[in-house]
């Protein structure tokens, strides 16, 4: 319960995860899925407080503010996270095995095989499993 309640918070809160995490060493704790939930719980939370500001304050020559409360508040965070997270993601498909794999998926920072987060210390096939990424695949 409370891993599900840290998840939701890192998400809103597009938290940058730990030094390790930045490293590659730990799971990760931003996805692009986190991302993107970041940017819905965020849109919802815009989205409810503009429809009572302007339901209930009559500000409805004011709603073009959540236009641009949406992408100050939602979109644009979400974004630098999503660039921050490329980089890293950059960073490990040059400097892992998994990262050179045609199972790794890049955007969970995953093994599809076995549907577990890899990190530039952990490998969960041990090798055993890696077969080389084509030039499509790239
Ligand atoms: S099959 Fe092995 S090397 Fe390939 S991504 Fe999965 S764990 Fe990494």
Request: glycine share 6%; with cysteine; proline share 3%.
């Amino acid at each position: 319960m409370n891993s599900l309640f840290d998840k939701i918070a890192a998400a809103f809160l597009f938290r940058e995860g730990t030094e390790e995490d930045e490293n590659g060493t730990l799971q990760p704790v931003v996805t692009v899925g986190s991302i993107v939930w970041g940017i819905i719980l965020r849109a919802s939370i815009i989205v409810l407080f503009s429809f009572f500001f302007i339901q209930f304050f009559r500000f409805h020559g004011y709603w073009w503010l959540a236009l641009f409360i949406f992408w100050f508040a939602a979109v644009y965070p979400g974004w630098k996270q999503f660039q921050h997270f490329d980089k890293k993601i950059k960073d490990i498909k040059e400097n892992t095995l998994c990262g050179k794999c045609k199972y790794f998926e890049s955007s969970g920072q995953l093994c599809k095989i076995y549907d577990e987060h890899i990190t530039k210390d952990y490998i969960p096939c041990d090798g055993l499993d890696w077969e080389p990424k084509s030039f499509e695949d790239d």
